[in-house]
């Protein structure tokens, strides 16, 4: 399903000091104007691509790190290539839409090439990822270069990194962007597109670049507007029947998930990998936890390979952590009596919370030295063992915290 909406309003250059006058609006560059070549739009997007507003649309998918300009493939030239830290691919076609052909075809394009990258694999990825470097930076880098350009990679997590890279490739994790000038009704209504690669398990967005001129002032504004985006609504079955391999039928099924619950690929990718580490059983408690703490005004943030509960102190604004999980099944409880402190609340309340949770556990008691800390971190599968009891201690927590800040407020 295709949704979103258009944001109007023209920027307008103010004055800091309210007495002046001389408030200018922006006039908009118009789509004939040929000033706006593709060329410059795609060289913009190549040096400056965090212009693109990812983090609204899959932040897993952020900052955009640029490993491929006019990538060759079977079925045409993709734009550009970006990959996150997390390796998480991205795909940009960039579109002037005066061009007749961008209205018409440009979905099924970039869904062409999302189809054929699934067929890639790591090496075919970091030679393209070499053959960039080597032409725009000067130097021949390939793709886990690039990571540890902005983020510090131990070795010892290569072959993981590289294992997410791929399995990212072979299921269609892809951000699809359309990017263009000034995106038009007609191609936001091409969703019928959108059901013909169901084995794939990208996000299409569609971002509007609204350039703008600056009176007296040889710059341009740049305003950058996402449209729409996908949200996934159907899936792929496959399904083999027999002892012999004599019939095999894809079937598309609703996505039975509640209205307006929308998984992100983050949350998918940790669930994937704490099945394959340590079961269904173990990720169905994950999956009830995360519901209930939902229910409870929790949180949840998903960094690489954890998720966090945190609980929002609404006088400070600030989020505390009541606990992370991480894709091995562990359970940490080590942040929430510094984060107190620093939103002015009692931190003894972080001692009640790690007593409350000892006491379930064996083998478990708050740290002689650190009484805030627990002296073992705990698993997911302890958790299921004493869930209703886990799920009442954290109810306590949350109720106290929320009743120390109304009283701070006072």
Known sequence: MLFGERVQGIPVLVPREQEREGVHPLRRVPFEDRRVQEGWLQDLLRRHPEILPVDELEPVFAPLLSIGREVSTRVGSIDHLFISPQGYLTVVETKLWRNPEARREVVGQILDYATELSTWGFEQLDAVARAYTRKFDGDERGVLDVIRAVEPLDPAEDPGLVDRISRNLRDGRF??????????????????????????????????????????????????????????????VVRVEAQEIRDVRVELEENLEEPGRRRTLTEEDFFEQLQREQGEDIARIARKLLEDVQGLGCVIQWPSSSFSVRLLEERTGRLLTLFVVYTNGRMEMAWLHEQLKRAGLPSDLAHKHVQRIAQLFPDCAPRPDRPELLSRMLHLREIGERYDAFLDALRQTVYEIRQASENASA
């Open 175 to 236: 951000l699809l962007l359309l990017v263009g000038d000034g995106i038009r009704e007609e191609v936001e209504s091409l969703t019928q597109f959108l059901s013909r690669t169901p084995q794939l398990h990208f996000t299409l967005g569609l971002v509007e670049l609204r350039v703008y001129e600056v009176p007296g002032r040889e710059e341009w504004l740049v305003l950058p507007l996402v449209v729409a985006r996908t949200r996934e609504v159907i899936r792929a």
